[in-house]
Each structure stands twice: as C-alpha cells, then as structure tokens.
C-alpha cells in the first residue's frame, strides 16, 4: 500500500478505489506536539474504541468513512479530503475553556459548546469563527451547518452510550472530509485521545492522562474498552 499521510498517531495509506486503510500508532502527543512518547498498545486500544464507536454513529443515522475493522491496529476506511477544521464539542469546562474564559472546572455548559480550529500545526491551530471559515474557503457557510448540526448530534448519542457506562463525556474532538462526490462524511477516530472523560467522582480516563502526568494512560484506555465491549 501506498503510504499518503502521517500524522501524529495514525498511517493513512491507499488501499483501493476510493479507500484508504488507517492504521493506529503507539505515539503519543500533547502540547501541539511539544510533549512526545511511544506508549506500547495505545494504536491497538484506540482502534478498538474506534471501530465500537464508528459502528454506534453510523447505526443511528451519522455518515461516517468507517467500513471495517481490518485487524488489530488498521481500519477500512472511505477515502476523503479532509477538511482543515478542529469541531470541539464541550459539555463540561475543562483543558483550554478553562484557561481561556476563567470559567470553573466541571461547569455543566448548558447548552453545549461548538468551536472551531484551524487543522494547522505551523499557526498552533488557532481558533476560528463562522465568519473565518467562510472567508478562508474552509467550508461554505451550509456545509458550516450542516457540519455543526452532525457534531451536535454526535454529541447526543455520545452522551448517551458513555452514559451506559458510567462515564461523563466532557469535550471532543471531531474532524470531518468530503468524497470525492461532495458528501461530508465523519472521519478520523472517537477514542481516549480526542475524548475528555470522566466518571461520577470525576477521574479522568483519557489523554489528560498524558497530558498532566495524572495516572496511568493504558489502564485509563483499557478501563473505557472494557465497558464499552461489556455493554454492546
């Protein structure tokens, strides 16, 4: 397969017409990568919570490019030109609102929050607005909204089957891509990398882990693959 695309936790290779096969490292990343290690078995988590999530999404109406699971660390994916923008959907204030803002950790946002960063390291990936977007020829102001509409019901489903397993779903970080039709499709993965959660006493499972040297980031990972495996 031809390699297309590295980035900072996955392999995108071709693999056919009109997919690609993605495939799941071991690195780990913080701080705009200011923070880097290799931690044995994370690619091989973060698939599996992937595939479990994908399969969820797509069963109750969200268009994502998940075909399959291919093995332990690669997935089966449609291929599609991503779209350069960061959707962070925030339930909780946690990580940069609270900086940011001043608010509170732990303050339930009522409703929640949708922000929007620029996909692009050498710039830090700033934050946009609609008007930005527009102006940048990122998205169109209704594939805007329809994007937005997507990452908000993803956010009520996601809420819904973390809430099956005790958990609280924070923020995440959701990236989308256009087929070579038109047709705006999830992409990326769902997993303990670009998901904040925390259960009722409110210990994180995630990569804060990493991030702030707070636990251990395999038992975090494994504990979410667990309960997410026990309750399908």
């Known amino acids: 397969m031809e390699q297309i695309y590295e980035g900072k ?70 291929r599609t030109t991503v779209i350069p923008l960061e959707v962070i959907v925030r339930n909780i204030a946690a990580g940069s609102l ?33 008007d ?19 990452a908000l019901l993803v956010n009520e489903l996601l809420l819904l089957r973390f809430a099956t397993i005790g958990m609280k779903l924070v923020d995440f970080k959701l990236e989308f891509g256009k087929t070579k039709e038109g047709t705006i499709l999830l992409v990326d993965e769902i997993s303990g990398d670009n998901c904040r959660l925390w259960n009722k006493e409110g210990t994180s499972f995630d990569k804060d882990r990493f991030r702030e040297d707070s636990g251990d980031l395999i038992e975090g990972y494994n504990t979410i693959l667990r309960l997410l495996e026990e309750s399908i």
Request: charged share 30%; aromatic share 6%; net charge negative.
């Open 9 to 78: 936790a996955k392999l995108v290779f071709a693999s056919g017409e009109g997919e690609v096969t993605i495939r799941f490292k071991d690195d780990a990343t913080a701080g705009n990568g200011l923070k880097k290690a290799s931690i044995g078995g994370k690619g091989i988590l973060n698939n599996r919570m992937t595939t479990i999530l994908f399969e969820y999404l797509e069963g109750n109406g969200v268009p994502t490019h998940f075909i399959e699971q291919v093995d332990e660390r690669d997935l089966r994916c449609t």
């Open 98 to 130: 609270v900086k940011r803002l001043g608010i509170e950790r732990g303050t339930v946002l009522d409703p929640p929050t949708v922000e929007y960063s620029y996909k692009n390291d050498a710039l830090g990936d700033p934050l946009l607005n609609d």
């Open 132 to 150: 930005h977007i527009v102006a940048l020829g990122i998205a169109s102001k209704d594939e805007l909204a329809h994007i937005r509409k997507q």
